[in-house]
């Protein structure tokens, strides 16, 4: 189903704000402004054994003007809708680019800020791929679905508890420079999740299990039967939750690894995602996440992975969290190669740093969680390509004498320039003789990131590619939080080392 704007978004006097803030920018001689309107809705529904134990419904509305002038930035956001009020916004980012121009400086710095040229963009439209608006559905219904859901892994064996979630957003921007360009843009997402939780009455040991289910650009038509399969997840849950609680400890050694697109996602997004951000490999970004081994001088050299290794990044890839029309910088969405058999080919970019590196047209990256907020370099949908006419799960695990097959994501942790690393999952499988063994606890896979993508023998075939991702990826100061899609196949990897965490812990 095809959307328009929201009518309520569009009958706002957008063009006349604009209008009046990049006019006010432009006389008081700014080399660039651009003006970003947003309305961004965002609730959330959260159960407990089926009863609900929260919720939330925010809106977030208001404008921004970002400025470069003498060769600095400059920035402020307001929210009253008033010409005046829009002119007298970009006035003072224009104050803030001055004083920022006097700071750099004093501090000896002859760097200006410059953007790489952008074709101008004028009167685009861009909608996200859903069919169903999650907000026009009633909140009864919503949580009267994860009720239902929690009540069937409640009446199952074994499980105790049940938690429950859905977060759902629905962001509209519109966006105009001086340059030309005038996109207005609407994305809906959301994210539900189940836990179950099971509990030894005798000794009081416990363990849980999650859903699978990725958060996605889509709609409600999500939750009902489109893009998931939400009754064969929930029927599986409490039988391999039981059998997780019987499992024995795994024993730590040396073992090849199959590893799901539900666990890999998170492995790309610390080790790849975050250490291809090229404002990270040259030292200017460095909160949350670290700076990157992969700096910019081996561009071209670094043997990232092994041959079968192809990452792109992307921002036109479909229910993609990351996936627009046009970043917050009017750049046109794109899709490039980050590794290219296995060799560091590229980064994420956005305009500033493409201009700086001489890498040319920004790919689109720019991205701001709020209207309060200054665009930042944000990660685009960063996928693992599969193997055209390549093996299926079971294929890739038939080829594994001993071994170990991860499924879901859980804990994990990295050093701070995206190099060592060691991930957890929800459910570890033992491989024997190319078959399943039953599961495992307390497993935890460790590596350098080279090693680990270097020891990638086969990724599996289209069937067996998912597009997971995450709500909650943040970055820079003051904090902002981004929504990012990371796509894989199933994956095949010789030789990673397993530790055991509860010996680990111990130690």
Known sequence: MVHSIDEAFTALPLRALADAALARARALGAEHADFRFERVRSASWRLRDARPSGSSDTTDVGYAVRVVHGGAWGFAS???LSMDAA????SQAVAMAKLSARVIAAAGSDERVELA?????????WVSSYEIDPFTVPDAEKSGL???????LLRADGVAHVDASLLTVHENKFYADTAGTVTTQQRVRLHPQLTAVAVDGTTGEFDSMRTLAPP??????YLTGTGWDWDGELERIPGLLAEKMRAPSVEAGTYDLVVDPSNLWLTIHESIGHATELDRALGYEAAYAGTSFATFDQLGKLRYGSPVMNVTGDRTAEHGLA??????????AQSWDLVKDGILTGYQ?????????GLGRSNGCAYADSPSHVPVQRMANVSLLPEPGGLSTEDLIGGVERGVYVVGDRSWSIDMQRYNFQFTGQRFFRIENGRLAG????????????????????VGGPQTYVLGGAFNCGKAQPGQVASVSHGCPSALFRGVNILNTTQEAGR
Not at 119 to 124: D, G, M, T
Not at 146 to 152: C, I, P, V, Y
Not at 216 to 221: C, D, F, K, S, T
Not at 323 to 332: A, L, M, N, P, Q
């Open 439 to 458: 599961q495992l606890r307390d497993v935890a896979y460790q590596a350098t990131t080279t090693d680990f993508w270097g020891s990638l023998e086969k």
């Open 117 to 125: 040229d952008e074709p101008v963009h004028a009167e685009r439209t």
């Open 349 to 357: 970019l956005d305009r500033r740093i493409a201009r700086l590196t």
């Open 146 to 152: 994860l009720a239902e859901w929690s009540a069937r």
């Open 216 to 221: 996605v650009g889509r709609g409600w038509e």
């Open 87 to 90: 002119a007298k916004v970009a």
């Open 78 to 80: 307001g929210v009253d």
């Open 323 to 332: 996936t627009v029309g046009y970043d917050d910088e009017g750049v046109e």
